[in-house]
């Protein structure tokens, strides 16, 4: 019995690397501009600094706002948060004195 051998070319041998090669190619480039690749991270961590540096803010917002009104509860009145509550619902202000708004 008689078997024929086929010698295997360059270009046979290079088909299987090719391939390998341009699916990972592929999968790199997805890796880094995809839609969770490493772009998609570092936009996420800057929308996630600006939104956390807004919330600071609004958190420090509030507390003033709660300080405020911490004043106006019964038993606690202070004189001057009445006097100018008073003085900005009837926009009252008498010659001598000086007003700012904040």
Not at 48 to 63: D, F, M, P, S
Request: hydrophobic share 40%; charged share 30%.
């Amino acid at each position: 019995m008689r078997t024929i051998q086929k010698r295997r070319t360059r270009l046979g041998r290079l088909i299987v690397p090719t391939i390998t090669a341009i699916i990972l190619a592929y999968f790199t480039v997805h890796a880094q501009t995809g839609g969770y690749g490493l772009l998609a991270k570092e936009q996420l961590e800057r929308r996630i600094a600006v939104r956390t540096a807004a919330l600071n803010e609004l958190k420090g917002e509030r507390e003033r706002l709660e300080r405020r009104v911490g004043m106006l509860h019964d038993g606690t009145l202070e004189r001057d948060m009445i006097d100018e509550q008073a003085r900005r619902a009837l926009n009252v202000v008498t010659a001598d004195e000086i007003v700012i708004l904040n």
